[in-house]
């Protein structure tokens, strides 16, 4: 009994697929202090109300909001002024410098053409952004946070994506509460 090369590898191949050896997860973890109580006398509402009150001083705008659930969802983007992505120069290009030029004969009769242009730097409405987006529940008397951060370069591409539930950024979320 003959068996086709292909089979063989198409075997040995499909052999050293794996499963993962846990779902995705928020890496860092989110932080102890981003978890905490709000105060007993206050009505839910009025934690709620509060809390926009701080993001919004903050520069945050409200994407979505649930007063039934207490669930906020806000966010803010600022212009990443002379951004580096370490992977730009991937295909030679190198550090948002891009040269375009060509070259072409004609089949009947003589013709020539060249054409060079060239760009330095993105265009103005063409920058690299990163968006910060916080998301807020206030239930049963307490406040849960979430908090992540995405970089986008100039083509509007993702490069970078973290969670960014940190100390610091819940201890000043508390003390302005």
């Known amino acids: 009994m003959k068996i086709p090369i292909s089979i063989v590898c198409l075997l040995a191949l499909a052999g050293c697929q794996v499963v993962p050896e846990r779902l995705p997860q928020a890496e860092p973890a ?5 978890y905490f109580p709000t105060s007993q006398t206050a009505a839910p509402y009025d934690v709620l109300t509060r809390s926009i ?56 009769g003589s013709s020539i053409g060249i054409g ?30 979430s908090r992540d951060i995405r970089r986008f370069d100039p083509l509007g591409d993702l490069r970078e994506s973290y969670s960014a539930s940190n100390d610091d950024f819940c201890l000043r979320f508390q003390g302005a509460l």
Do not use: K
């Open 30 to 34: 989110p932080s102890a202090a981003c």
């Open 53 to 108: 009150d701080v993001l919004e001083e903050w520069g945050f705008e409200l994407d979505a909001t649930d007063a039934e659930l207490g669930l906020v969802t806000a966010s803010r983007q600022r212009t990443l002024i002379g951004y580096y992505d370490p992977y730009d120069n991937a295909y030679g290009y190198g550090r948002n410098m891009r040269v375009f030029g060509g070259f072409g004969l004609g089949s009947r």
């Open 116 to 145: 060079v242009g060239g760009r330095l730097g993105g265009h103005p409405r063409h920058q690299a952004v990163e968006v910060e987006r916080v998301s807020l529940l206030a239930r049963d008397g307490y406040i849960r946070l």
